[in-house]
């Protein structure tokens, strides 16, 4: 089956196996996000993150650039964020590295794990828009998920990772939009501990060190 192809040809082998039935696969199928680590670390050197974790943030991110974003529906921009990386739970997470010598199809792969649930109206037309790049909502998806690896590597670069900071500013010019710039760069100047640090209660650190 090639990556373009549909979830048609899958769609047989599903005989005797009820909607209902396939929407319990496909849960199930997305619990195995939680346990597909996301590869690039490993070259990193330090962080760590599954599938599902990195997805659950590029939604929020996406989200929020399409608030940032005039004409934007943050709707549906959360909701190509959401699925876009739905098919890693069946073909792992290929890093630039793992790319140079494999390929995965990824199209093939979601097609299948959609076959018989009735989602596949909903959801690939999702995907094909996400990859096809030309809505706002696209690349506003596809900033977010730059975004949510900004701010692991701008996380890393603050706990002393010396590699981080090359990392950061190489995904920094991948990205497409204002929105996704301005936030980025502001992530980027921005102490990850700061939200807590220096939050309503700033003089919580000198209580705890008997100054106050």
């Keep these: 089956m090639s990556d373009s192809s549909e979830y048609s040809d899958f769609q047989a082998n599903f005989a005797g196996r009820d909607t209902l039935t396939r929407l319990a696969d496909f849960l199930f ?64 997470d290929f890093n630039y590295v793992n790319r140079r010598y494999n390929s995965s199809q990824r199209t093939a792969a979601l097609g299948d794990t959609l076959a018989g649930t009735g989602l596949a109206p909903l959801l690939l037309p999702l995907w094909h828009e996400l990859e096809a790049v030309q809505t706002l909502e696209a690349q506003l998806a596809q900033d977010a998920d730059q975004i949510d690896l900004i701010l692991n590597l701008k996380e890393q670069q603050d706990l002393g990772n010396p590699y981080a900071k090359a990392w950061l500013d190489c995904a920094l010019e991948r990205l497409r939009t204002p929105a996704g710039r301005e936030l980025a760069v502001r992530i980027s100047q921005t102490d990850h501990t700061d939200w807590w640090f220096k939050g309503p209660d700033q003089s919580w650190w000198e209580r705890k060190n008997g100054k106050a």
């Design 29 to 92: 199928e997305c619990g195995m996000l939680r346990k597909t680590p996301r590869t690039g670390y490993q070259f990193l050197g330090s962080g760590a993150e599954n599938v599902a974790e990195h997805s659950f943030r590029t939604s929020v991110v996406g989200y929020v650039l399409a608030t940032m974003t005039e004409g934007a529906n943050p709707s549906h921009t959360a909701m190509l964020c959401l699925f876009h990386d739905l098919h890693e739970a069946r073909t792992g």
